[in-house]
């Protein structure tokens, strides 16, 4: 049995629990946007149990755990929204110690929090990243330009932002770094590639697209075509001993193809939205997330 926690609306958590229909799995949504919000009894063992739907599920059968928690629904009533958000916290906390297989467990996500952190993670692990600085100077950031090309800049942090190139008027406000130190890379040339690792499955799509940042495409009049593509056996074993050493069953890696054919990681996404890959490309990604969770991967 697995339990998908998340918004019942998500595409995400959708997907899961429709494919986990689908393979006549087991399995218990704790949907955030539902009201009354589940019941959690918590042991300092951390057995337990959740009571979800009228339905009670003992916390020792759960096999695997697919999270993907939101900010708490808000709601007319204060103390239930505070319920709302003392589950996911319990539930949280469980899941980092919790017996079972969990996509992903909260303490594997740190390294997300820092992207300079987490690009020193993909190098060790193989994969070349682009040249980067971290800086609040706008001197060393013209330098650095000098020296790269072409450069994009993007947070720091694990908090999405939009890829940009250096130019234009992002160089008129460059000043503006002084206050909040920003991430430069070299601009790398290529192709995108979108890589879901699932335990030792690989799903890989390819990204035609002008835009620098695909995910935005549409904001700068381009457009964005994926398609599924396979890897290189030696590209995708590294993708998933990438995954393993971060300890993410599912984990999104974007990649990059450059024209001579080498290969650059930027980062990795411990939570991914793979519905969007999934309904654009077909590939099944989240029945191998269920068969994971529910061990019955081969």
């Not at 017996?99 to 993670?121: E, G, T």
Request: aromatic share 6%; with cysteine; hydrophobic share 45%.
């Amino acid at each position: 049995m697995i339990l998908v926690i998340g918004y019942g609306d998500d595409p995400a958590v959708r997907r899961v629990v429709e494919a986990a229909g689908d393979l006549g799995v087991e399995h218990v949504l704790v949907d955030q946007q539902s009201h009354p919000v589940a019941d959690l009894r918590l042991d300092a063992d951390g057995s337990g149990f959740l009571e979800s739907g009228g339905a009670r599920t003992l916390l020792g059968d759960v096999d695997g755990v697919y999270a993907r928690p939101l900010s708490p629904v808000p709601g007319t009533d204060p103390r239930e929204s505070e319920r709302g958000r003392l589950l996911v916290e319990l539930l949280l906390g469980w899941m980092d110690v919790a017996p079972c297989r969990v996509a992903s467990r909260p303490s594997a996500m740190h390294s997300n929090a820092s992207k300079p952190y987490q690009a020193q993670l993909i190098a060790a692990a193989g994969f070349a990243v682009p040249e980067t600085i971290v800086t609040d100077d706008p001197d060393e950031v013209r330098a650095f330009a000098a020296a790269q090309g072409a450069v994009v800049f993007k947070s720091i942090s694990g908090i999405r932002s939009i890829v940009r190139v250096l130019e234009g008027s992002a160089l008129g406000r460059l000043e503006r770094v002084r206050s909040l130190p920003t991430q430069f890379q070299a601009l790398v040339p290529g192709t995108d590639v979108r890589v879901h690792v699932v335990g030792h499955e690989v799903f890989a799509t390819e990204i035609g697209s002008d835009a620098v940042d695909y995910r935005y495409a549409g904001r700068d009049g381009l457009t964005a075509a994926l398609t599924a593509t396979t890897l290189p056996d030696e590209i995708a074993d590294r993708c998933v001993r990438l995954a393993a050493t971060l300890e993410l069953p599912l984990a999104g890696i974007d990649l990059r193809r450059t024209p001579v054919g080498d290969w650059v990681c930027f980062e990795v996404n411990p939570m991914p939205g793979y519905s969007f890959y999934e309904s654009h490309t077909g590939q099944p990604i989240a029945a191998a997330l269920v068969r994971h969770l529910a061990g019955k991967a081969d």
